[in-house]
């Protein structure tokens, strides 16, 4: 194509942007914008786009992150951690248990388990379990810290200031604020060059005559006599066309549609359950002990109306269950050996996982063999990040039946990912509350090995109040974790944002 073609086929915007950067060189859209005499920076943006299409312009971005509060009030307030240690400063030794931080009255309930968490991470106490008491005793370097701010809280002093600019934050300080949920706010910039290449810089060169243009003649025009005045553009049948999409399913629904064909396939039955449960069947049924992390506020969604859900039904259930906790009943076990709280198990809540679902068909169908899966929404109170949202797909599932032992169970887990096409998966040892044993299962995803759910087979603890003496093999597996892998994402959030072009882009197979 000549010179004298490829002017021909600028438009009016295309031909100030390049005298523009004629005379500017390297220029930002606001600087060309201004220099050109547009009118609305998406022209200059327009132009630019189709002059990078035509081979004669270069655009260059970068993205630059800044870091701010999501509430600044939050920096005024004390971390839990640092409440914990100021506590623990004032015992015998520098010790002191759970129950003394509760008691204190600089922590909330919901902040106790936080402190103890952050605590072990920071190196700040060692925490041991002596009966029923949790020990907490400060290290030297908590003892320190007593004295002295540590680099999250410095980074929020400044933060409280106002934003502060990724070059001037330590990433690891910024990746601790992060793991706190709804604390830190990051914001993404996007700076834009525009520079002439070498075929850009000979067309600018050249005498170009610019000139209004119109794209279709009116009425108006050709009754005014105007359509003298005016250039026609002329059209180029070799222009790029945009694809014509038709409608499609969401990438996700075609995901969740071959997890349930490959079990389906492999002779399971599904099941379906409530996003509401009493903690009863969530957690106590499933030998979850009522002191256990997992039940704290932090960690699960509990709903205020109603806040309670009654377990009259399933009276004869409950005594079983409340015998298991205290002393273990006929299962062999000694239980957890405490007390067990008909109230604390009837809280209302959002459940934490499907396999409450599988406890409630096993309580319904005690008679093996049966194979059921499940795949369902679940809620946990964590903050959200590019591999955990608050809200997610579980795959769950159940297998009973003379004979079943934990062999059978990977055998089961690396089939179903083999026919998911999964390439690598690793299984490791995990613990459970309710199941012994137990196993972990990962994905390799993004040079790194990433846990994908937890399996393993049911303890006695669970099966024999349900009626069932039969092994049950159990797994509950993520499926957008899963998903992720399948796409090649790097952020678990990216499946949920309607991103158009992705969405079209995405295999329906």
Known sequence: MSDDDVIDQLSYFEKKVLRALKELGEASPEQILAASGLGQLVEVMNASSWLQAKGLVRIEETISKSYAMKDPAVAARVLPERAAIEVLAKGPGGKGTMA????????????????????????????????????????????????????????????????????????????????????????HKVSREVSLTDDGARIASLDIRIKEEVAQLTPELIQTGKWREVEVRKYDVRAFAPTVYGGRRHPLTVQLEKVRSIFLTMGFTEVTGQFLESAFWNMDVLFTAQDHPAREAQDTFYVKNPERLDLLEHEEL??????????????????????????????????????????????????????????GRIFRNEAMDSTHLAEFTQIEGIVCEEGANFDMLCGILKEFYGRMGIPKIRLRPGYFPYTEPSVEVDIYWNDQWMELGGAGVF?????LPLGVKEPVLAWGLGFERLAMLVWGLKDIRDIYISDIEWLKSVPQV
């Open 318 to 375: 409950v005594e079983k269950v409340k015998s298991v906790h205290e002393n273990g009943w006929t299962t062999g076990s000694l239980g957890w050996r405490y007390r067990w709280s008909r109230h604390e198990a009837e809280k209302s809540l959002l459940r934490t996982h499907t396999t409450v679902n599988s406890a409630r068909y096993i309580a319904a169908n005690p008679k093996p063999p049966f194979k059921v899966f499940c795949i």
């Open 100 to 187: 003394d931080l509760k008691r204190s009255g600089r922590l909330k309930d919901e902040e106790v388990s936080i402190a103890l968490g952050w605590i072990k991470k920071k190196g700040w106490g060692e925490i041991s379990k002596h009966g029923p008491d949790t020990i907490i005793a400060l290290t030297e370097k908590g003892k320190e810290a007593l004295t002295a701010k540590g680099e999250d809280e410095l980074l929020i002093e400044r933060l409280s200031k106002g934003e502060i600019g990724e070059a001037d934050a330590k990433k690891e300080v910024v990746d601790w604020l992060k793991q706190r949920r709804d604390f830190l706010d990051e914001r």
């Open 459 to 463: 303890r006695p603890e669970v099966t």
